[in-house]
């Protein structure tokens, strides 16, 4: 069993960056597959970015290609979420999500809520117009 605690959400301005950090405790961090989901207000909680066991394989929303990053760092225990040019619409609750690594599931299987099975508590981040 894994646990996850979200940090580094806040208020900053559209055009904006923050990077989000998630701190895992429990098992080998290495051994999960990694993602980020987001909800905002009255809408339903939408995948943002997915990270294999190892950092070398991720995986977008097309909402968030090509300004955000996701990564790992293993011997720290801590996945991240660089967020560039951020938009009013990215304001949402951020939670990461941690997944039972597996060789044989594709890394695409990380859009799914579903198939995770330890989740944080989320951070908020708010971008203002």
């Known amino acids: 069993q894994v646990q996850v605690v979200e940090s580094g959400g806040g208020l900053v301005q559209a055009g904006g960056s923050l990077i989000l950090s998630c701190a895992a405790s429990?098992?080998?961090?290495?051994?999960?597959?990694m993602g980020w989901f987001r909800q905002a207000p009255a809408k339903e909680r939408e995948f943002v970015a997915a990270?294999?066991?190892?950092?070398?394989?991720?995986y977008y929303a097309d909402s968030v290609k090509g300004r955000f990053t996701i990564s790992r760092d293993n011997a720290k225990n801590t996945l991240y979420l660089q967020m560039n040019s951020l938009k009013p619409e990215d304001t949402a609750v951020y939670s990461c999500?941690?997944?039972?690594?597996?060789?044989?599931?594709?890394?695409?299987?990380?859009?799914?809520?579903?198939?995770?099975?330890?989740w944080g508590q989320g951070t908020q981040v708010t971008v203002s117009s």
């Open positions: 999500a941690a997944r039972i690594a597996n060789p044989y599931v594709p890394l695409v299987a990380g859009t799914l809520a579903s198939n995770y099975n330890y």
């Open positions: 429990g098992r080998t961090f290495s051994s999960y597959a």
């Open positions: 990270i294999d066991w190892s950092g070398g394989n991720t």
